[in-house]
């Protein structure tokens, strides 16, 4: 059976650890005071008997006719009710001893910290109540507004395309528009767009009153956020002294280029269009929109719902451990506290307050009726997504394939061996195009391994890496499945490499068994884009929208999946490169003759080779530079910096490769040196949040989820050695007379395992920021403001 310590554990919510009853430390104070004994506890003595006729005449007392009325019984203890100083912290409970309790410090201690978890328990319930409450009447309002305007819609397609000019609304005022339409001014040509004319004075109230919800608790920092982009593309709408608009934030490269298209127009013009008499304020909306302001309202919804569910967990749980912990109390000093204190407990605000259970039936019956069609199954799709059960079957497969690749790649080392392949002596046409294929294959699923292991132990440390990257439950690979694609993978890698370096040992040298490699990596191409629902099709598409995101950085608002897929691609440049090379290879159809230097000699080429080398960290330093121009926060600037300068380290030692001189060889050791010390800062401190110079964990940070410590200096000092791998550009290191791209080959896979060893910690560090903001669910941009006119 497991402990109920176990259970709590794994089904508390991760961000709101320190707000919920602290179990632990209720439990280890009980230990003490067991362990002090009898004497310590405040154990009375056993009861004296009663007297001898106080015993006879007992069972006459059932009777009604001697029955007596019961004197009221204080108990051992005591719950007093007090008032708090603010009205925000509710009331306050404090425990009085009675009877030989009051002579013991151990209880003293415990009912002091019982209390403290109470009084906690209640204040945060409480706060994240009125947040969630707060946040519930928003999205109403922003709902009636969204109705209104579909309405408004369904009503401009009955009375047709020529119906508004010939009869208009005297009563219409002023109309709204979105953010991305007021970008585009006069030259959007959406061919979709459909004029609306909206009584201003049925939605100014709910605007009013939704904008006013919407200045407190953290829909005020989200408000903050979104006013950032709002001063690059928000063309104002001025009514009777409000400003109006639909607020679809720019997040996608069409919207970005028409804020930016906007902005200089306006600085070319000088001039703002405003609502006039002359029908100025007659401004469009379409559909388009319309849908997207929708998709953020039912966004919004699903994750005030998930957070209401949290809630609901929350006051569950506690509930629960107070239970348990008042069972555990009476089990160790004979006392019967356990009716006495959890009525107290039952009555307190948190366990009695029912608004955050009626709010969530609000909204499941918003959602069915507005966004599933009445029907409550499709709702429930959204609002309670169902995990993907883990299956045996994939553990069984990840053994079969593990086997077979260990045998394949067995025998593929024997056949290398004996033909006296990675060697210095070895066949240079081989080396030169057969290897790249296999070093680049297995820096990849290297690291899509190191990505399993440390799925693994987000999980087993309880780190929150889904909501992290927003990766959507039903979808979202296990590090299972992960384990599954590597071991496949490599499986099928090998296997074809196998054959290939049979057949060339015997002999043979056709161009179909030149082309092996090269069907390999097609292979896995086209299984990349493959449209049909098999073999993770929704990780694979999701893979590549990443992807999208990253090369069109500067267009694509960043998330943090975003430039941690960046971070990753930084530590694979040989494999870049050796992608690079192959595809060179194959294209321009070198392998029909084995003319593996053309790409190699060709300007263009080796031009390529060089923004190969550049290319991630050009990508990852647009990313800061997109992060400081949307939330303006200097460290992402300094954070830009990082990254120019392992551009200029990687031009460097790439140009080194091609002229070996000593001059290239002296910059790229300064160039180095430098970013590697940039580097090693930002990752300490930053990234991993460490060296905090006041921490109670020396050199540490306050927070660690790993009992351990030495294993934070440990990773500390392994993450400076293996940022030092560059110094075999300088050393030139010979192990045991192997070639120089195995030796290449084994660097880049350190590099590789220090990326994955980095990841474990940025995402602690991530989890803990979150945890220290109580932050469990997303904030939504809402659509629909109301802006202050300066």
């Known amino acids: ?207 009013s009153s939704s904008r006013r919800l919407d200045d407190s608790g953290t829909l005020l920092k989200a408000r903050r956020e979104e006013g950032k982009f709002r001063s690059l593309s928000g063309r104002l709408i001025s009514f009777q002294g409000k400003n109006l608009k639909i607020n679809i934030p720019l997040t996608t490269p069409t919207r970005t280029i028409s804020a930016l298209t906007y902005l200089v127009w306006e600085d070319l013009v000088s001039q703002q269009k405003r609502c006039g008499p002359e029908g100025g304020n007659k401004l469009s909306i379409n559909k388009t929109k319309l849908h997207r302001a929708e998709k953020m309202i039912r966004g919004a919804f699903t994750e005030l719902y998930k957070g209401l569910g949290y809630l609901r967990t929350y006051r569950n749980l506690n509930m629960l451990a107070f239970v348990k912990i008042l069972k555990k109390f009476d089990k160790v000093t004979g006392k019967q506290v356990l009716p006495i204190y959890l009525k107290v407990v039952e009555s307190s605000y948190f366990n009695s307050s029912d608004k955050a259970i009626k709010l969530m039936d609000e909204v499941e019956e918003i959602f069915v009726k507005h966004f599933a069609e009445d029907n409550k199954r499709k709702a429930m799709r959204y609002l309670k997504p169902t995990q993907r059960q883990e299956s045996h079957t994939v553990t069984f497969f990840i053994g079969l394939f593990m086997g077979c690749f260990i045998a394949l790649f067995i025998g593929y080392c024997i056949i290398a061996h004996i033909a006296g392949m990675y060697t210095q002596q070895s066949d240079s046409i081989y080396m030169e195009t057969v290897y790249p294929v296999l070093s680049m294959f297995s820096l990849l699923f290297l690291h899509l391994f190191l990505y399993g292991c440390n799925i693994f132990m987000w999980r087993k440390t309880r780190i929150n890496y889904s909501f992290i990257f927003e990766f959507s439950p039903t979808k979202e690979l296990k590090y299972r499945d992960v384990f599954l694609i590597c071991t496949t993978s490599m499986t099928i890698v090998v296997g074809f490499m196998f054959s290939h370096l049979a057949l060339t040992v015997r002999g043979y040298s056709s161009t179909e068994i030149q082309a092996i490699p090269g069907i390999l990596l097609l292979m896995f191409l086209v299984l990349l884009v493959c449209p049909f629902d098999l073999l993770y099709r929704s990780s694979r598409y999701h893979f590549l929208r990443i992807i999208r995101n990253i090369i069109l950085s500067p267009l694509y608002k960043v998330v943090m999946v975003d430039f941690f897929m960046a971070d990753q691609l930084c530590s694979q440049v040989p494999m870049l490169r050796s992608l690079e090379y192959v595809a060179c290879y194959y294209i321009t159809g070198s392998y029909k003759t084995q003319d593996y230097g053309y790409c190699m000699t060709t300007k263009h080429f080796r031009d390529l080779a060089y923004a190969v080398s550049f290319l991630p960290y050009y990508w990852r330093a647009m990313q800061c530079a997109r992060r400081w121009f949307d939330e303006g926060e200097m460290s992402h600037l300094i954070n830009l910096g990082k990254y120019v300068s392992a551009m200029f380290a ?99 896979a350190l590099e590789v395992i220090r990326r994955g060893h980095w990841n474990f910690y940025r995402l602690e560090n991530e989890h803990l920021n979150n945890a220290g903001k109580f932050r469990a669910v997303k904030t939504v941009p809402l659509p629909f403001h109301e802006v202050d006119q300066d």
């Open 1 to 207: 059976m497991v402990k109920f310590s176990k259970q709590y554990e794994g089904q508390l919510v991760p961000e709101w650890k320190e707000a919920f009853v602290d179990y632990w430390k209720l439990k280890k104070d009980l230990k003490r005071m067991q362990a002090l004994g009898p004497d310590h506890q405040g154990l009375m003595d056993k009861p004296p008997q009663p007297p001898l006729a106080q015993r006879l005449l007992s069972p006459l007392g059932k009777l009604s006719l001697f029955r007596s009325y019961p004197h009221k019984h204080h108990g051992v203890i005591q719950v007093h009710k007090k008032l708090a100083s603010s009205a925000s912290s509710g009331d306050l409970y404090e425990t009085e001893l009675l009877e030989q309790f009051a002579d013991t410090e151990a209880a003293k201690e415990f009912f002091m910290m019982l209390d403290l978890q109470l009084n906690k328990v209640n204040q945060f319930y409480k706060g994240k109540e009125k947040e969630y409450l707060e946040r519930g009447e928003c999205l109403k309002k922003q709902m009636d507004i969204l109705l209104e305007l579909k309405a408004a819609l369904k009503q401009q397609k009955g009375k047709g395309p020529d119906s508004n000019d010939s009869k208009e609304d005297p009563s219409i005022s002023c109309s709204i528009t979105s953010e991305e339409e007021s970008t585009r001014g006069i030259i959007d040509q959406d061919q979709n767009q459909n004029n609306l004319h909206i009584e201003f004075g049925r939605i100014e109230e709910q605007l």
């Open 650 to 748: 990687a031009g460097a030692k790439v140009a080194y490769e091609k002229e070996k001189s000593v001059e290239w060889l002296s910059l790229v050791v300064v160039m180095s040196s430098g970013a590697t010390v940039y580097q090693l800062y930002w990752d300490f401190v930053k990234d991993w949040g460490l060296l905090q110079i006041n921490s109670k964990n020396p050199w540490l940070r306050n927070e660690l989820l790993l009992k351990r410590k030495f294993i934070y200096y440990l990773s500390m000092g392994l993450n400076l050695v293996l940022r030092l791998a560059w110094l075999q550009t300088v050393i030139h290191p010979n192990f045991g007379g192997l070639d120089s791209r195995v030796t290449s080959f084994f660097l880049a």
